[in-house]
């Protein structure tokens, strides 16, 4: 996996939307002519009034093209008020009586399945302002249950709505097991821990991992006819991990169809299995992905190549939304997104870039309702809170913010930053009852050098470096990280907006391995994973702070998971 950071001060990826509008009054539609193939044509499209004030208001619209790749495209719709759209963006928009046609911008017109096209508009209305009832793509009505590629709009069913309230938590025998095999490992071994779908053999299982059937008969078991979640990962992108060697996968960049065919299909086929109904079912989805999309793409100076590669196909938005689609239709199916850490997403040049992009993909997937929530810290070291400092504390003339360790970023634990996130991603469209979880596996820190209270105020840095908990290197470091201990351990319902503290990361499992080590499941060598390995621009050149003698990741790391006992805290 990869856990990057991108510290401030870099150049944002340009963005811009080209301005077009042409003026009301001209009946005739633009001249941009669909090309819709006949063959599957599907459209959803998400409308979104994102703003409003007297007389005004301001909308966003997003296009989600669920059929046959199209290399341009016109919207229609009809207000059934008095709307008047005076500035649009990013689609040159007309608009003769109530009836509206908005058609693709130079730069947005080509559409492949799953694709989609964002434009937004300002206009005055007095009086209701109803979103618009139906929307034409090309000439085809949109946002029908079932059409195109799969769009659909499931009901968010019997849902509750945080499902660890009132639940146990399923554990996985498998990684109990191997946790009851250390010495003192009987201590944590009954803990519920994240169910990793890392490839496709995953599905029916693999030399000590059972198959996904064998997982859920073993959780109606467990479940005793109570309340149980079962904590599944979805893993297993084209092109996996662009940002880094340690985690990539078996399914190459543009193996999308494998990706639907061979792997969600199955996993949708299985827990939609009426057997496992009372099950209910926590899908944390593709970990470490679509930020990448932000943060390690040209022009950055933290882009890679292969982010750049998952950028332009689009495969990264398609996938998560065929997951989200096929995994959110199914009525105890709770999908949480995978949304990176406060050492990734917390820069201003990044938080509401990476609302967006999940959005994007939300909206490719037919529907918000598939997203009940996100997950945080999923493998990596955060601390949930810092106790001794906040980010608005100033020492010596100058504020947390501008010391070294924080960097600029806005937030210096992950609990302020899920709740914060979880606003932004309300303020982008996602429904109101989104709850986060928070991995607190591997981010407790404690041991004899977690510091007792706050660092001297001599400055901003003695103050921040002697009284964080987190003690890594550099934020950005995020493989077998040496020092690092359990967290708290896992539990529903901990603070607002946060749906439970959980150990998606079973602990004791390697982050990547500390030298190349052949295997047959598309894992690389990343150095991030090596000692004496002096970092790269994601962790802003510092040393990696990796354990050594580490096995590639995912597999057993006897000495990590000692040394996560050992400095447990609360302790254990
Ligand atoms: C690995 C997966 C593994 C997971 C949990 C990831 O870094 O790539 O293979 O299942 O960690 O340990």
Redesign the pocket.
């Known amino acids: 996996?990869s856990r990057t950071t991108s510290p401030p001060r870099r150049a944002r990826t340009a963005a811009l939307a080209a301005f077009a509008l042409v003026a009301a009054a001209a009946g005739a539609a633009t001249g941009i002519s669909g090309t819709a193939s006949a063959a599957a044509p599907g459209c959803n499209v998400d409308y979104k009034i994102q703003s409003s004030w007297s007389g005004g208001f301001g909308a966003d619209v997003t296009v989600t093209n669920t059929g046959d790749a199209i290399s341009s495209w016109k919207l229609e719709w009809s207000f059934a008020g008095n709307q008047q759209i005076t500035q649009g963006w990013s689609a040159t928009i007309t608009q003769s009586g109530t009836a509206v046609s908005a058609t693709n911008a130079a730069w947005n017109g080509s559409l492949a399945t799953g694709g989609t096209a964002n434009f937004g508009f300002n206009g005055n209305v007095t009086g209701t302002n109803a979103i618009p009832t139906t929307f034409k793509l090309n000439g085809v009505t949109c946002n029908v249950p079932g059409g195109g590629g799969g769009g659909t709009n499931p009901p968010t069913g019997n849902r509750v709505d945080n499902p660890y309230v009132g639940a146990g938590v399923y554990v996985n025998p498998d990684w109990s097991a191997k946790a009851a095999a250390e010495p003192g490992g009987s201590r944590i071994s009954n803990q519920p821990t994240g169910v990793?779908m890392?490839r496709i053999a995953a599905i029916t299982g693999t030399t000590g991992a059972r198959g996904l059937r064998a997982h859920l008969d073993t959780a109606l078991v467990q479940a005793a006819g109570n309340p149980l979640v079962v904590q599944l990962v979805i893993?297993n992108l084209p092109g996996r991990d662009c940002a880094a060697l340690a985690?990539n996968g078996e399914l190459g960049p543009t193996e999308i169809g494998r990706y639907r065919t061979e792997y969600i299909d199955p996993i949708a086929a299985i827990l939609a299995d009426t057997k496992y109904a009372s099950l209910r079912i926590v899908t944390t989805v593709e970990i470490d992905s679509l930020p990448n999309l932000v943060t390690n793409v040209s022009p950055r100076v933290t882009a890679t190549p292969q982010c750049d590669v998952m950028k332009a196909n689009g495969n990264y938005i398609t996938g998560v939304g065929y997951a989200l689609n096929k995994l959110g239709a199914i009525p105890n199916v709770y999908n949480y997104v995978d949304a990176g850490h406060h050492g990734w997403i917390g820069w201003d040049d990044n938080f509401n870039a990476s609302a967006q992009i999940f959005r994007q993909a939300a909206t490719a997937s037919g529907s918000v309702n598939n997203v009940a929530g996100f997950i945080v810290n999923t493998?990596n070291y955060g601390a949930t809170k810092e106790n001794n400092f906040t980010i608005n504390d100033s020492v010596a003339g100058k504020s947390v913010r501008e010391s070294a360790w924080v960097d600029w970023n806005r937030y210096v634990d992950e609990q302020s930053f899920a709740q914060a996130f979880r606003q932004e991603l309300i303020s982008v469209g996602f429904n109101s009852d989104i709850g986060m979880l928070i991995d607190t596996s591997r981010n407790g820190w404690g041991g004899s050098a977690r510091p007792a209270g706050p660092g001297a105020t001599t400055t901003v840095d003695t103050y921040v470096d002697g009284g964080r908990y987190d003690r890594r290197i550099h934020l950005g470091n995020w493989c077998n990280q040496s020092g690092a201990g359990l967290g708290e351990r896992p539990r529903s319902a901990p603070a607002a907006g946060i749906d439970a503290y959980v150990w998606m990361?079973?602990p004791g499992?390697s982050?990547g391995s500390s030298s190349l080590i052949p295997n047959d499941q598309g894992?690389g060598f990343d150095r991030m994973c090596d000692p004496t390995y002096t970092g790269n621009p994601r962790n802003n050149n510092h040393m990696s702070g990796a354990l050594g003698g580490a096995p590639i990741?995912?597999a057993w790391f006897s000495a990590q998971f000692r040394q996560l006992m050992a400095n447990a805290y609360p302790a254990l």
């Open positions: 996996m990793w890392d893993y985690s493998a990361k079973p499992e982050d894992k990741s995912g």
